[in-house]
């Protein structure tokens, strides 16, 4: 770890108030005389507390937030919306700039650049501001999820258009361009003929053409479309991976049915390529540092962005031989893309609870981890004890020597979070319905280990998948048969993986209502006046 990431470490800690006497007398050391390190600490320090005390961008007072079913964890970064003064920030802001004045970072403080200036300025990315997230322009609203309970609340969109949600209803908006429907109706009225926005139910999307259109949920499962003026194009949500790492020989990759868009990526010195637990490849890690794969792509500017930031839903899923040790504080990473604490991870921990990141709480020991941000709860894990418990692995089943298949989703419609052992519902926890993701950003996803290679698996991984909504029960069920015939997930006959995440199925026109099945996405009636 370099000086400057350890500087970094030890200020998250001091900042979230579980730094040791001991660790903040290190860091007096590593900032003394140095004046990058000092100049540095302070713009992170002057960052995070800012943070707190971004305002609101959309505030009504028809909007009900949707509560939170437990605390979030201690080092979640509020979200703008969130109306809430954070002493613990502040004195621990204080405290930094308390360090920064005893080692004299005071003279650098006082340059002509304002605070505004510093807040812009180049900074560790690991904690961003949340309000950017989101991009619905650098002052305005980030990603969150309106709950209105009865009425209606109307807002502009940044893509240009005026959107209104009628309750009782919940709408998470993701994006300048577009929002998340989880109950009630939605009703889209561009500005000009160049807005747009689109409207996400599960599988289904309703996609607009400068259009003025509503969309309302029947039920659970059947959502109603109609148009006011012009046509929309209704959309089938494509179920292939976003990513998918096979490992198998370019060659043959080239040929096969099922052939992966090529990723960039980085091996470790002490990453080799052996034989597949499908197909021709697979990658052997030896518990190392120098073990690593780095995906060289996905990356954005800043969270929210990058091929790999997702938001209703999320799945990871991969094969595996693991030779961990389970021993406390040894870590083995399978996936885990690092940005602070909006983060993804799927990795073998024995911690001690650490950062007190569980949720729910469970007995501290070995575990199978599985971190997301969700919005509202924060960062948390969804640690499965291994303990042979209810239905739970031990480690011991897991370190066999025989090839195991692990799935951990997300789902934002259901709230639910799970892991899948082997094709079997393990462990899973409920959040309340329509939490959006907070992931993607700098920092570049990392397979059997992570950004600061300090947590090399111990093992072989193989067909690493990751998906930007969440596989049902039965999918992950038919992927785990597939994978243990030595087939891969999908099946040899399902054709080429395509970029494409959605799939046109009918265009709506004014005056033609449908109605539509969003598990599917298919129509399922005939025209109705």
Known sequence: MTSYEQ???????????????????????LLADDAGAQKAYLRYALMNGQLPLSPPALGKPTIAPTEPVAAPPKVAVPSRHRQRWYVGVWMSVAASL???????????????????????????????????????????????????????????????????VTGPGMLGVNSPQGGVLYN??????????????SVTAANLRVVD???????????????????????VDVQSRIRLPLYYWHFDDPAEAAHSAVAAIA?????????????????SGAVRFDNTPASFVQIDEGTGGEVGEGGMACSSGITLEAMFVSNWSGKPFDYDEIFRKEDGVYRILLSFQNDGDVGDYDQPEVTPGPCLSFGLHIEKQGYSELDMPLDGRDGRPTVAELTDGRPHHVVATYDSFSGRKSIYIDGEL???????????????????????????????FAGVIDEVALYDFPLTADEISAHYVNASIGKRYFGEESGPLAAGRWRSVTLVTAGMPRIFDKQTGEPVDVLIP
């Open 426 to 456: 393990r462990f899973e926890h409920q959040f309340p319905v329509g939490g959006l993701i907070l992931c993607g950003g700098q920092a570049p996803a990392v397979i059997g280990n992570m950004w600061r290679m300090q947590e090399p």
């Open 184 to 197: 009630g109706a939605v009703h889209a009225k561009p500005e000009s003929p160049e807005s747009r926005f």
């Open 263 to 279: 990723t960039p990526m980085t091996l470790g010195e002490k990453t080799k390529r052996v034989a597949g637990i499908i197909g």
């Open 98 to 164: 308390l360090i920064a004045i005893t080692i004299g970072i005071a003279q650098y403080a006082a340059n002509e650049e304002t605070p505004d200036e510093l807040a812009q300025s180049s900074y560790d990315n690991r904690q961003p501001p949340l309000g950017m997230v989101g991009k619905l322009g650098a002052d305005e609203l980030g990603p969150m999820t309106l709950s209105v309970e009865q009425g209606e609340t109307e807002f502009a969109s940044n893509g240009g258009a005026n959107v209104r």
């Open 209 to 231: 053409s400068g259009t003025e259109y509503q969309v309302a949920m029947l039920d659970d499962r059947h959502v109603r479309v109609e148009v006011l003026n012009g046509q």
């Open 7 to 29: 500087i970094l470490e030890l200020a998250d800690r001091q900042f979230d108030g579980s730094a040791t006497p001991d660790e903040i007398a290190q860091l007096e050391t």
